[in-house]
């Protein structure tokens, strides 16, 4: 176990998805972590409750007494969940950060889409560091995440993986769970990400994209095969980035006096 340090610059990020909820401390001067990661699997069925005593269990494995960010697998608006679309439906008009912050106890929790979590971290810290301009990061596994941001400042909730593309939704096209389900090859599953990428790049022009999500780590064999015409590169914090995006957040929500 981690000791927090009352001094350091380091918030707790929580990452909600669907087989496991991991958390850490991070050192927000350079968006690492200080210690382990620790994760639980996500409880099935994955109600509010039982995620939230999860959250609480991540939390205390540090003793982390401060604001802690979370994130969440669907549109979130201020604390408020929209959407669940592979999550319990449970979720939906619960207010998150209300039924978090309860099971910790009363403490202060920011709450965000975990894609939006990533692309902040990927941004600040990751392979968007060098990159002036918008960028779009997509995070390919049970669904598709997205997240915009323009230098340095998001534009949350954007949901990209729920466009229509040549009559389907994204997600059910080129999540990299339908590669699986399908037994597709790299050449054959890349084909449909490459109608996705078109169909955002026309509508958003972003000057870089980033692949996330477990597939990522096997960027060099599917990265190179993309047809579309706006430069892709793999997401370099690997399965950190959420964690460390919540921390971020957490950090702005205390900044600008968020309850
Ligand atoms: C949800 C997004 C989420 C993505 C990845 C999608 O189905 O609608 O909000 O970011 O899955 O978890």
């Not at 990927?122 to 323009?150: H, P």
Request: charged share 20%.
């Amino acid at each position: 176990m981690t000791a927090p340090s009352d001094n350091a610059h380091q918030g707790l990020g929580v990452d909600v998805g669907g087989s496991g909820v991991k958390g850490g401390i991070v050192d927000l001067d350079t968006g690492k972590l200080v210690g382990e990661r620790f994760k639980l699997p996500t409880p099935q069925p994955s109600t509010p409750d039982a995620v939230a005593a999860t959250i609480a269990t991540v939390v205390d494995h540090f003793g982390w007494q401060g604001r802690v960010g979370v994130t969440y697998p669907g549109v979130v608006t201020e604390g408020l969940v929209r959407t669940a679309a592979n999550v319990d439906k449970g979720w939906i008009g619960t207010d998150a950060q209300d039924v978090i912050s309860k099971a910790l106890g009363g403490r202060s929790v920011t709450v965000l889409n975990d894609a939006d979590a990533a692309g902040l971290a990927e941004e600040k810290f990751g392979a968007g560091r060098d990159n002036t301009g918008v960028i779009v990061l997509l995070t390919f596994g049970t669904g598709i995440g997205s997240a915009v941001i323009n230098n340095g400042v998001l534009l949350p909730n954007t949901e990209f993986g729920h466009l229509e593309v040549d009559g389907k939704e994204a997600e059910h096209r080129a999540a990299s769970s339908i590669k699986e389900a399908k037994d597709w090859s790299y050449e054959r599953w890349t084909k449909e990400v490459t109608k996705v990428l078109v169909v955002i790049e026309n509508a958003v022009w972003p000057d870089l994209f980033i692949a996330g999500g477990g597939i990522s780590r096997k960027a060099d064999k599917w990265i190179p095969l993309l047809q579309n015409r706006t430069p892709v590169v793999a997401a370099a914090l690997e399965n950190e980035a959420g964690i460390v995006g919540a921390a971020m957040a957490a950090e702005v929500a205390q900044a600008i006096g968020k309850a």
